[in-house]
């Protein structure tokens, strides 16, 4: 239904151009700008309105927004008090997609309220401390590789390198992965960043050494580490937006747990269709 409003709102707006200015003074929500054989239309309604058209529409000149929102209010209303006046069943269907628009628009508005209570610094440094607080330091490793087909070709570039082969130049020269275009150069990683072999050898190197062929599904590598370092846990205030937005779903789901705990539900019984939200044709019935 909102994309149907704003989408109405959109082409209003394509045919109107000068704006209205309002001249009275303690203009509140309520204000009555327009009206429809009698049916008010209020400056609230504009506000709403305006607040669901698409984002890429929310820029244009107030001038041109007022006067297509306006404009559409007035054509629905005509329209919606044409329908309920001529049309003797009004679908079923209509009735339903009401019930579930007002749930939705009040389960919002609950949401947007529980979620934006204050929370707590204790709060949010007791969450950071069980998350982060015994979080040991977590080893990096930079490195560079080159990868060959077979382990004889990966076994014969390390004679090379041993012979003082330079480790970039060869893998510019040698590797079939899309690294040897920079000398190999992998960047730093962090553990679970590469496949489970090549991380078992780079962990078990010492640095500046070169390693045995290592196989993996891609190939045979030859791997040189380069540094290695321990990254510290992520400080509070770098985690602090997470762990708020961690907090405020919990505390929604703590309201709805509350809710739930003290209202009567019931809910489909054992074997019941899920197939049958699929017949649109209960709708006419």
């Known amino acids: ?5 704003a989408a109405s709102a959109v082409s209003a707006l394509l045919a109107l151009g000068a704006g209205v200015a309002y ?7 309520d204000t009555v700008i327009a009206s429809v054989n009698g049916t008010d239309i209020t400056l609230g309604h504009v506000i709403v ?3 669901q058209l698409p984002e890429e529409y929310q820029g244009l000149p107030d001038e041109v927004l007022f006067e297509g929102i306006v404009s559409q209010l007035i054509e629905q209303t005509l329209l919606a008090d044409y329908a309920e006046a001529t049309i003797a069943d009004i679908p079923r269907e209509i009735g339903i ?3 579930n628009e007002r749930r939705a628009l009040f389960a919002s508005v609950m949401i947007d309220e529980v979620a934006g209570r204050e929370i ?4 949010i440094q007791a969450t950071y401390e069980a998350a982060y607080g015994n979080l040991p330091p977590e080893p990096e490793f930079n490195a560079s590789h080159i990868l060959l087909e ?3 070709e990966a076994q014969a570039v390390i004679e090379e390198l041993n012979g003082g082969a330079d480790f970039a130049e060869l893998a510019k020269e040698k590797s079939i992965g899309p690294s040897g275009v920079d000398g190999g150069a992998l960047g730093w990683f962090g553990l679970g960043m590469m496949v489970e072999p090549f991380e078992a050898a780079v962990v078990g190197m010492e640095v500046g050494t070169i390693s045995a062929p290592v196989q993996t599904q891609f190939g045979w590598h030859v791997i040189r580490l380069s540094e290695k370092r321990e990254k510290p846990a992520p400080t509070l ?3 602090r937006p997470s762990i708020m937005d961690s907090l405020r779903q919990k505390a929604v789901e703590a ?3 509350a809710l739930s705990a003290g209202a009567d539900i019931t809910r489909p019984p054992e074997g019941f269709d899920p197939t049958l939200m699929r017949d649109t044709s209960l709708l006419l019935k």
């Not at 239904?1 to 409003?5: G, P, S």
């Not at 707590?120 to 709060?123: I, R, V």
């Open 23 to 29: 001249a009275g003074e303690d203009v509140t929500a």
């Open 255 to 257: 309201e709805i747990a």
């Open 97 to 99: 997609a009401l019930d």
């Open 237 to 239: 205030e770098e985690t």
């Open 150 to 152: 077979t382990e004889a």
């Open 120 to 123: 707590a610094d204790a709060d």
């Open 1 to 5: 239904m909102r994309n149907f409003l």
């Open 49 to 51: 309105l305006r607040n």
